[in-house]
Each structure stands twice: as structure tokens, then as C-alpha cells.
């Protein structure tokens, strides 16, 4: 198809995000938006109206857009928990979706929607979520690195989510700090990106082993600390932490280490990066002694493909991951963030918190398999006489 009708379901912040990414490409046209707020699909519509589009009807339901527009492709920047019942219902209707991160709080339902996109992945609808960091530019050039075998075998690894949120950030809202809305705290709202990463570069987990607590809050659920040591297929170790504890506020920090090379990605920068078949012998001098390649290895990716049109948006990191799904829509491929990726973020998450509780080890695969649906997860202290 020359060019795609799309539809943005919610019409907030994100909502606008997505409005302004997809103006970005000359082959999507947004022709709907649906929000059960008109005041919020009206002021997206003036918004997309003022910036030189077509100003695009607006909708309270998806059925009801579906019934009066041609519509290709359903952009879903609704609130979590709609996030399953919308994405069965756009599948249904043999539209392409693309849903807004989370993909859901609650792993069951998100093997539901999961299960959906494989059998509409047969069909040759794209369904993906936003996962913007893996296409950051230090992101792509790790990514690539290990695909080639660069830095040999890897070996461990270090994410680290070390933020602050006041006690004021957790009482702004009653359903901040829930398990019931939120999914859990430090790890599920500020850290499942990391933990996506983390995925992507290491492999598929074999065994999760967590602690968390709740060390600098009050009046919340769940934690605003967690430590987790995991294993992974290929036999790489790697530390999982996370925490809304780190006063004023640090930054977030992958560390990849292999027997042929190494990185280092802290707050989206590539830091450091040094492979042996780039840089000669490898050295025993640690980091400075290793040789830092890594301005040589991001001008293999043009800059301009990583900046912001507009920064007040910061639509970025969803133009560079909209790209990769138009051009899986047209080429009839699966995008580059499936659905799966990012239940195996969820489940990796929920391993910790299963862990935790328990007092134990857990597998991932039984995760997965649902072993643990049934067990009531619980913070720190607590989590001893509950398990």
C-alpha cells in the first residue's frame, strides 16, 4: 500500500507523541482519533490541524471509527489497562497495531493479547509495543556488535535503574504504589526498560534470584528497591538493580562485558565501548587501558537519524521505532519489537517479585508456564510470612 490510514486510540500526552512521530513519515496518514474524553481527541485534532495536517475526525470508540473510516493501522496510547481489551479487539478486526509501553501490568493478560498477535502474525498483521530504547543509537550499536560476535563470549552484565521519587510522587495518585494498578514499583514502572535491554543483549533468563524492600517511602505497596542475580541460556551472569531510592536521582547504566570486548550505555550514551578486532590486544589495565572506540563505532550510524525534530515532544525514539514498523508492514515482516519481547520483560519482571516473595530461586520457564499465577507477591520484610 503507497500509504497507510492510521488511527491514534487516546489522545493525551503520548497520544501526541505518536501524532508527531507518524507526521514524521510521508507514507501514514492519521485519519482518526479516538478518545472517550472529546475534549482530548479535539485538542489532539487542532494540535495535528496547527502543525500543517489534516485536521482528522474524532471518535469515542474504536468500533465506531472502524465503522466510518478505512484504517490500517491502530496506534493504542490509552491507559494500561486498556491496553489488552483494545489490542484483541484492533486484531480482531485485522488492523496493525502499535501499543503503547506497558504492554499491561498483569502477565495472564498479556500472554492473552501475546497468543493474539502470533495468530494475526499469520496472517501478516504487525503487531508490536513501544520499546524506543532499542532504538537508541548507542542501543543499535551494541545490539550490532553482538550479533557479529565482537565482544566473544559474553560473560556478565550490570543494569542499573538508580533514580528518586519523593514521597509526594507515591501520594499524587492512590493508584501509585499499588499492586493492583501499578504491577509493582521500582523495577515495573522505572525499570522494565532496562530489563528489556537486558534482555536483548544477554539472551533468554534460565533463573531469577531477587530481593526488594521498601527503604525510603512510606504509605506504598510495593518496592522502591530491588537486586535481582540472573542467569542466562548462554551462560552469561548478570545484576538486575532498580530503585526509586538514590537520592537526588542517578542515572541508568548498562554494563556489558564479553571475553573479546566490553560497553558501557549510561543514560542512552555509549560511554564506552572497546572490541578486540578493533582496538589490537586487549589490555590489563581496566578501562582507560582498553581503549575507547566508542565515537569510532557510533559514526557507523548517522547522528541525524537519532535526534529529535522536536524536543518539546521528544518523539524521537518513536520515529525511529515506527520506521522499523512501517517498513515491516510493507515489507511483510515481523517488526523488530514483537509482542513477546515484551511479555519476556513482564515475566522477567514478575520473576523478581515471585523470587522475593518465595525467598528462593525461581526459573523463568515456569514463569512463563504460569506456575506462580495464583501467588499473592509481596515486598521485603514481608515477604517471608507471606510465602
Request: glycine residues 8%; charged residues 25%; aromatic residues 14%.
Given at each position: 500500500m503507497s500509504t497507510l490510514n492510521v488511527a491514534i486510540t487516546g489522545c493525551g500526552v503520548i497520544g501526541r507523541t505518536h501524532a508527531v512521530a507518524l507526521q514524521s513519515f510521508p507514507d501514514a496518514r492519521i485519519v482518526a482519533l479516538v478518545d472517550a474524553i472529546p475534549a482530548a481527541s479535539e485538542a489532539l485534532a487542532d494540535f495535528i490541524g496547527n502543525q500543517g495536517g489534516q485536521r482528522p475526525p474524532q471518535f469515542s470508540t474504536l468500533s465506531d471509527a472502524f465503522a466510518a473510516v478505512d484504517i490500517d493501522l491502530v496506534a493504542l496510547a490509552t491507559p494500561s489497562g486498556l491496553h489488552i481489551q483494545q489490542g484483541l479487539e484492533v486484531l480482531a478486526a485485522g488492523k496493525h497495531v502499535v501499543i503503547e509501553k506497558p504492554l499491561d501490568v498483569d502477565l495472564t493478560r498479556a500472554q492473552e493479547i501475546e497468543a493474539a498477535a502470533k495468530e494475526a502474525a499469520?496472517?501478516?498483521?504487525?503487531?508490536?509495543?513501544?520499546?524506543?530504547?532499542?532504538?537508541?543509537?548507542s542501543s543499535v550499536a551494541v545490539a550490532d556488535a553482538i550479533a557479529k560476535g565482537r565482544f566473544g563470549r559474553l560473560t556478565s552484565a550490570i543494569a542499573s535503574v538508580a533514580w528518586w521519587r519523593s514521597q509526594g510522587y507515591y501520594d499524587s495518585g492512590d493508584w501509585r504504589g499499588t499492586w493492583a494498578m501499578d504491577g509493582g514499583g521500582a523495577l515495573m514502572n522505572q525499570g522494565v526498560h532496562t530489563v528489556d535491554l537486558l534482555l536483548w543483549f544477554m539472551g533468554r533468563p534460565v533463573e531469577i534470584h531477587a530481593h526488594t524492600a521498601r527503604l525510603a517511602h512510606e504509605r506504598i505497596e510495593v518496592e522502591d528497591t530491588a537486586v535481582a542475580t540472573v542467569t542466562f541460556e548462554n551462560g552469561g551472569l548478570a545484576v538486575l538493580h532498580a530503585t526509586t531510592a538514590?537520592?537526588?536521582?542517578?542515572?541508568?547504566?548498562?554494563?556489558?562485558?564479553g571475553s573479546e570486548g566490553s560497553a558501557v550505555v549510561d543514560n542512552d550514551r555509549l560511554e564506552y565501548f572497546h572490541s578486540r578486532d578493533a582496538g589490537g590486544e586487549s589490555a590489563d589495565m581496566g578501562l582507560q587501558g582498553g581503549g575507547n572506540q566508542a565515537e569510532e563505532e557510533l559514526a557507523?550510524?548517522?547522528?541525524?537519524?537519532?535526534k529529535a525534530a522536536d524536543p518539546t515532544t521528544y518523539p524521537a525514539g518513536h520515529v525511529r521505532q515506527y520506521r522499523d514498523i512501517l517498513a515491516a508492514i510493507a515489507a511483510g515482516r515481523q517488526p523488530g519489537v514483537t509482542v513477546s519481547d515484551a511479555v519476556n520483560a513482564l515475566a522477567a519482571v514478575r520473576a523478581v517479585y515471585v523470587s522475593a516473595t518465595l525467598g528462593q530461586p525461581v526459573l523463568f520457564d515456569d514463569v512463563l508456564a504460569g506456575?506462580?499465577?495464583d501467588l499473592e507477591v509481596r515486598t521485603g520484610n514481608n515477604a517471608a510470612e507471606s510465602a
Open positions: 499469520g496472517k501478516g498483521i504487525v503487531a508490536s509495543v513501544i520499546s524506543q530504547h532499542r532504538f537508541d543509537q538514590a537520592y537526588p536521582g542517578l542515572t541508568v547504566r548498562v554494563q556489558l562485558m557507523k550510524y548517522p547522528e541525524e537519524d537519532y506456575k506462580y499465577n
